[in-house]
């Protein structure tokens, strides 16, 4: 009798083990439980610690309530200005109720994240080339509230979404690459542009202050002068009176002729003489018509270049009437020689 109260006694306390075993259930400090009793929602959710629910008839489904980081994959899209871009991104969240996060939906990560691609894609369509590139705070604000309207009736927050990367096409880069360089080159001019303002009014003032006093001028001249001919070169810098210029444009016809004829007057005065010819030179022959008449038609050899001391000046004898005469009795009896003529090939 002893034997058998023993054993009945070690089986219930077997039994009462194996029940705390299957009915202790330990939820951790980041994780809230919901129990399903006989597949109907428990109220209250168990907190972190330990708990105990009936086995076999109790279920615990333990949701994580920490915050989740979940990248979303790349999408492709065409935005608003007809760009194709490639967009990825990265969001934040967090479950802030756990019975609507397990009865509400199914799987609340893979929700979370095929409503961030939809979503993704309708703010790419809805942007311009520009805001996904230098406006990010309110893409990210609006992607956000898109994600998180629908998110609510999951027992879901959505912490904070951000854009990670922009992709574009090569030509689009060294499209933006021109544009950024014709807009420093547009900054640039305009830079020296009012550089040259600024110092054409510096120009006029000193040119002002130097009209009252026309010595100064004639230094800066000279100083022109100086700096030009400073270095090895071939120029040469004649200063031109810009007065007689000045001169000849309020002058009248009559005025600017005579003053252009007393400058040329003096230019010939100032250019050196011709040489006059030895006395004993005689003047060159001069043929008459007939001679002239008479050139085409009388051939002539070239003579070879025969190395002979120069000839001292002989003086020619005037051509009288009876030399010409004999000239052209000779020309008569000798029939005229016809040119060669070369075919041309």
């Given at each position: 009798?002893?034997?058998?109260?023993?054993?009945?006694?070690?089986?219930?306390?077997?039994?009462?083990?194996?029940?705390?075993?299957?009915?202790?259930?330990?939820?951790?400090?980041?994780?809230?439980?919901?129990?399903?009793?006989?597949?109907?929602?428990?109220?209250?959710?168990?907190?972190?610690?330990?708990?105990?629910?009936?086995?076999?008839?109790?279920?615990?489904?333990?949701?994580?309530?920490?915050i989740v980081t979940m990248p979303v994959p790349?999408?492709?899209?065409?935005?608003?200005?007809?760009?194709?871009?490639?967009?990825?991104?990265?969001?934040?969240?967090k479950v802030v109720d756990a019975a609507d996060?397990?009865?509400?939906?199914?799987?609340?990560?893979?929700?979370?994240?095929?409503?961030?691609?939809?979503?993704?894609?309708?703010?790419?369509?809805?942007?311009?080339?520009?805001?996904?590139?230098?406006?990010?705070?309110?893409?990210?604000?609006?992607?956000?509230?898109?994600?998180?309207?629908?998110?609510?009736?999951?027992?879901?927050?959505?912490?904070?979404?951000?854009?990670?990367?922009?992709?574009?096409?090569?030509?689009?880069?060294?499209?933006?690459?021109?544009?950024?360089?014709?807009?420093?080159?547009?900054?640039?001019?305009?830079?020296?542009?009012?550089?040259?303002?600024?110092?054409?009014?510096?120009?006029?003032?000193?040119?002002?202050?130097?009209?009252?006093?026309?010595?100064?001028?004639?230094?800066?001249?000279?100083?022109?002068?100086?700096?030009?001919?400073?270095?090895?070169?071939?120029?040469?810098?004649?200063?031109?009176?810009?007065?007689?210029?000045?001169?000849?444009?309020?002058?009248?016809?009559?005025?600017?002729?005579?003053?252009?004829?007393?400058?040329?007057?003096?230019?010939?005065?100032?250019?050196?003489?011709?040489?006059?010819?030895?006395?004993?030179?005689?003047?060159?022959?001069?043929?008459?018509?007939?001679?002239?008449?008479?050139?085409?038609?009388?051939?002539?050899?070239?003579?070879?270049?025969?190395?002979?001391?120069?000839?001292?000046?002989?003086?020619?004898?005037?051509?009288?009437?009876?030399?010409?005469?004999?000239?052209?009795?000779?020309?008569?009896?000798?029939?005229?020689?016809?040119?060669?003529?070369?075919?041309?090939?």
């Amino acid at each position: 009798m002893v034997e058998e109260l023993v054993i009945a006694v070690i089986a219930a306390v077997c039994a009462c083990g194996l029940y705390g075993m299957a009915a202790a259930r330990v939820v951790k400090q980041y994780e809230r439980g919901v129990v399903l009793r006989l597949g109907r929602l428990r109220e209250g959710i168990r907190g972190p610690g330990f708990t105990t629910v009936i086995p076999f008839v109790d279920r615990l489904h333990k949701v994580n309530m920490q915050i989740v980081t979940m990248p979303v994959p790349a999408q492709d899209g065409i935005t608003r200005d007809n760009v194709t871009v490639r967009v990825d991104a990265v969001i934040y969240f967090k479950v802030v109720d756990a019975a609507d996060a397990v009865i509400r939906v199914e799987d609340y990560r893979f929700a979370v994240s095929q409503m961030a691609q939809t979503s993704l894609r309708s703010i790419i369509g809805k942007s311009d080339l520009d805001d996904l590139l230098s406006n990010r705070e309110k893409l990210n604000q609006g992607l956000e509230l898109m994600i998180d309207s629908p998110s609510i009736g999951w027992g879901v927050q959505i912490d904070r979404v951000e854009i990670k990367d922009v992709s574009l096409p090569e030509t689009m880069k060294r499209s933006m690459a021109r544009q950024a360089e014709a807009d420093r080159e547009r900054r640039a001019r305009v830079i020296n542009a009012d550089a040259e303002l600024q110092a054409s009014k510096k120009l006029a003032e000193a040119a002002k202050q130097m009209s009252g006093q026309p010595a100064a001028l004639q230094l800066r001249l000279l100083q022109t002068v100086v700096a030009v001919a400073a270095e090895k070169n071939s120029t040469l810098v004649l200063p031109f009176p810009v007065e007689l210029l000045r001169f000849l444009e309020r002058a009248t016809p009559a005025e600017a002729a005579q003053a252009v004829g007393a400058v040329s007057g003096a230019a010939r005065a100032a250019a050196p003489a011709p040489e006059t010819p030895a006395a004993g030179a005689g003047t060159p022959e001069t043929p008459s018509a007939e001679t002239l008449s008479a050139e085409p038609y009388r051939s002539v050899e070239k003579p070879e270049p025969v190395s002979a001391p120069e000839p001292e000046p002989v003086s020619a004898p005037e051509a009288g009437p009876d030399v010409l005469s004999e000239r052209l009795v000779s020309h008569e009896a000798s029939p005229p020689a016809r040119p060669h003529v070369q075919p041309h090939i």
